[in-house]
């Protein structure tokens, strides 16, 4: 079964710094792995997409790499600012038989960026 | 474009009683998800259909669960006899294959 760790559970920054979230997982025959950000009350908005064959992503402050023989994945997000305060999320997804693919989340790091 | 929309967004229902919450995936999308989050705890998988293939059922935590979708359109996730266990946000996603998930914000379910 797969399995899914995010750490830290909670992280606190100043604004302007740049900080790394990691994500770890147990099975490395993934299909692709997926970061998200979710705000409070909300659901969740896909940040990056990597697929297995991949190495890392990149979307303007954000750049999300993948080790698949270690099973591990990073988000660096660059110069931070208050509005990225929201819980981040990882999941991956596995091939599984037949074509059913489902993701197995983290359960995340609350960020949040200090004025 | 529109995104994946969720419908009720609040739902407070007595023990006991059917609910019935609604997906509508963004057009084109083959694939449609449903997941569980419970007040300060990660997503739980419930069930996956994928086109015209037989879902994925494997998350759903009793046959007081079930789901249905026509085609590649709208989906249904049913509870019946609701406990005040199934109060949640029951969130949905819909993604082309293999592309990234976009989610709807979500049904808070409360079971008084």
């Known amino acids: 079964k797969q399995e899914v760790t995010q750490i830290p559970a909670a992280l606190s920054v100043p604004e302007g710094e740049n900080l790394v979230l990691n994500c770890s997982f147990t099975?490395?025959?993934?299909?692709?792995l997926q970061w998200f950000r979710q705000d409070p009350g909300k659901g969740l908005t896909s940040l990056l997409l990597?697929?297995?064959?991949?190495r890392e992503q990149t979307s303007g402050r954000l750049n999300a790499s993948l080790d698949k023989s270690s099973g591990r994945s990073t988000l660096y997000i660059a110069a931070s600012q208050p509005g990225d305060s929201a819980t981040y999320l990882c999941a991956v997804s596995l091939i599984s038989s037949g074509s059913a693919r489902q993701l197995t989340f983290g359960s995340g790091t609350q960020l949040t960026v200090l004025p | 474009g529109a995104g994946v929309s969720q419908s009720p967004s609040n739902k407070v229902t007595e023990k006991g009683k059917d609910v019935e919450l609604r997906c509508d995936p963004i057009s084109g999308h083959t694939a449609l998800y449903w997941y569980r989050q419970r007040l300060g705890q990660g997503l739980e998988f419930l069930i996956y259909?994928?086109?015209?293939?037989?879902?994925?059922k494997s998350g759903l935590p009793s046959d007081r669960f079930s789901a249905e979708r026509t085609g590649e359109s709208v989906s249904t996730l049913t509870i019946q006899r609701t406990q005040q266990e199934d109060s949640a946000v029951y969130l949905c996603?819909?993604?082309?294959?293999?592309?990234?998930?976009?989610f709807g914000n979500g049904t808070r379910l409360t079971v008084t």
């Open positions: 996603a819909s993604s082309s294959t293999g592309a990234a998930l976009h």
């Open positions: 259909f994928q086109g015209n293939s037989a879902p994925d």
């Open positions: 099975d490395s025959a993934i299909y692709n």
């Open positions: 990597i697929q297995s064959s991949q």
